[in-house]
Structure formats: structure tokens, C-alpha cells
């Protein structure tokens, strides 16, 4: 899970790439530096989406989640906040209160 939650956005985060191979001809001659935006949004989604089933079998997992929820994309996020909000958890809450 740490891997996970490391791989989601973060105001601090830098990348500096990787330098192309020069020994290799499998990249080919027009292959540009860089990621597409829907390429890096795919890949926090996918992240995002493992993070939140991963932790809604485990609340100690769902409380450390809850310190991400400003970094989860927009689907993931209402999933944590529907699972938080569910009988399940309320009622587990109740009986530790």
C-alpha cells in the first residue's frame, strides 16, 4: 500500500526522467521525452482505485488513507468518503466508542 499512496500526486513531488538508451534500437527515431496527461491521470486513477479496495478490508489501511484523500482523483475519493459513511463503519466506530 505504501507504494500505492507513493504514487499518488503530491505537491512536492519531481521527476527527472530517464535518459534514452543510446545502445538499443527498440526506441524508435520519433519517440518524445515525456508522459501524456491522460497517460499520468490513467496511472493515479489505477493507483487511486488499488489504494481505496485495498483499504476497505482494513481499517488501520482506511485510517492512513484518510491523510491522502486531498491526493485521490475525484472517483476513488467519493468511495472512500461512501465506504467511511457506511453501516459498516459506523457500527464498528459505535462498538469501539
Known amino acids: 500500500m505504501e507504494l500505492l499512496l507513493g ?7 519531481i521527476s527527472m526522467g530517464t535518459h ?12 518524445e521525452k515525456g508522459v501524456s496527461q ?13 489504494v481505496v479496495s ?12 484518510v491523510g491522502y484523500l486531498d491526493k485521490l482523483p475525484s472517483p ?6 461512501g465506504h467511511l459513511s ?3 463503519i459506523v457500527d464498528n466506530q459505535k462498538k469501539n466508542a
Not at 7 to 13: C, M
Not at 54 to 65: F, G, R, S, V
Not at 76 to 81: D, G, I, P, S
Request: net charge negative.
Open 7 to 13: 504514487l499518488l500526486p503530491n505537491q512536492h513531488q
Open 20 to 31: 534514452k538508451p543510446a545502445w538499443r534500437n527498440i526506441i524508435p527515431d520519433d519517440w
Open 38 to 50: 491522460q497517460d499520468y491521470e490513467e496511472l493515479v486513477s489505477c493507483c487511486a482505485e488499488l
Open 54 to 65: 485495498m483499504a476497505n478490508c482494513d481499517i488501520a489501511m482506511l485510517t492512513e488513507l
Open 76 to 81: 476513488a475519493f467519493e468511495k472512500v468518503l
Open 86 to 88: 457506511s453501516e459498516a
